[in-house]
């Protein structure tokens, strides 16, 4: 899939459900997050977030799935917005509990602007998708399937 695409995909996303994040600067880089599905960080140097993209993993993934990454890493870029924690290990250390705890977070944003079926199917296709065998699911430790079924079936949960 293209940039182009992709960068598709991510703007009507931020349109439909992070209206907060239309201005803010955000960049794509494809062949990226190696280790991951999908990455953020914020590059002080252009003063915008840079969402990388694991090539060999997003090409062959579902659309929903696609979706579901976008909305996890854009949580990160929300959350920076609202508390001022800058996504990327050039500005803080992160520990396993503070990384836990950001993965949660984003998961839970993410499922709060209606995306938490676009994760479960991100986190099945992650676990299931030949040629992951390097991030395999291991590198994830946010909300677990169980976890993201129960928050969406609160009523007041949004779907798109
Ligand atoms: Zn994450």
Not at 87 to 114: H, M, N, Q, W
Request: proline residues 4%; glycine residues 6%.
């Amino acid at each position: 899939m293209a940039v182009r695409d992709l960068e598709k995909i991510m703007n009507s996303i931020i349109s439909k459900s992070f209206l907060e994040l239309e201005s803010v600067p955000i960049e794509l880089k494809q062949n990226g997050a190696r280790a991951a599905f999908m990455n953020v960080i914020y590059e002080p140097n252009i003063n915008a977030y840079v969402i990388s993209v694991n090539k060999r993993l997003t090409d062959p993934a579902p659309l929903n799935a696609i979706k579901g990454g976008f909305a996890h890493e854009l949580s990160y870029i929300l959350v920076d917005k609202t508390i001022g924690k800058k996504p990327g290990s050039t500005f803080y250390k992160r520990t396993k509990v503070d990384s836990y705890c950001d993965e949660v977070t984003a998961d839970v944003y993410a499922i709060l602007r209606g995306y938490g079926s676009h994760l479960l199917e991100m986190i099945n296709y992650l676990k299931t998708s030949e040629g992951s065998e390097n991030t395999k699911y291991t590198w994830y430790s946010g909300l677990t399937t169980p976890q993201i079924e129960k928050l969406i079936g609160e009523k007041r949960i949004p779907k798109v």
